[in-house]
């Protein structure tokens, strides 16, 4: 949004402006991280039944119709897939410790609760660690 006509923005509202987008950015990727590594529903599959389930798939491809082969060499293909996922762990310390230090900043700016945060999924020992409490 452009200043009105004649009007220049002083150096300490571009300093905040620039904050904003700073500590916004933040916590975009936090929560971005948040939701793509959310558990999924249901059994957790462990790499051991993968494994396993790749040998059933083996053993029933020999007997199975052509549909039934296409079927399972697809689900053969998703759980390599998923199995080849499971060698890369993943770490959120780091954009955690960057949404710690701006968390409460931005949630006093942008009027957030205690309760918006836990409802999006940011977990309770997070907002601990950045300064916000049940009360904000």
Request: positive net charge.
């Given at each position: ?17 620039a ?60 759980i390599?897939?998923?199995?080849a ?8 310390t780091?954009l955690e ?16 609760t ?16 950045a ?6």
């Amino acid at each position: 949004m452009a200043p009105a006509k004649g009007r220049e923005l002083s150096p300490k509202h571009k300093a905040a402006m620039a904050e904003g987008r700073a500590q916004s950015r933040v916590v975009s990727k936090y929560l971005e991280a948040l939701e793509t590594h959310k558990p999924k529903r249901g059994r957790r599959r462990t790499p051991e039944s993968m494994k396993a389930k790749l040998k059933n798939i083996d053993a029933e491809l020999t007997d199975a119709s052509p549909i039934k082969q296409l079927e399972l060499i697809q689900e053969q293909i998703d759980i390599e897939k998923a199995l080849a996922g499971t060698d890369t762990a993943f770490d959120i310390t780091e954009l955690e410790d960057e949404f710690v230090s701006i968390a409460a900043a931005y949630g006093t700016s942008k009027g957030i609760t205690y309760a918006a945060w836990r409802k999006i999924g940011v977990a309770p020992s997070v907002l601990k660690k950045a300064g916000i409490g049940r009360s904000a």
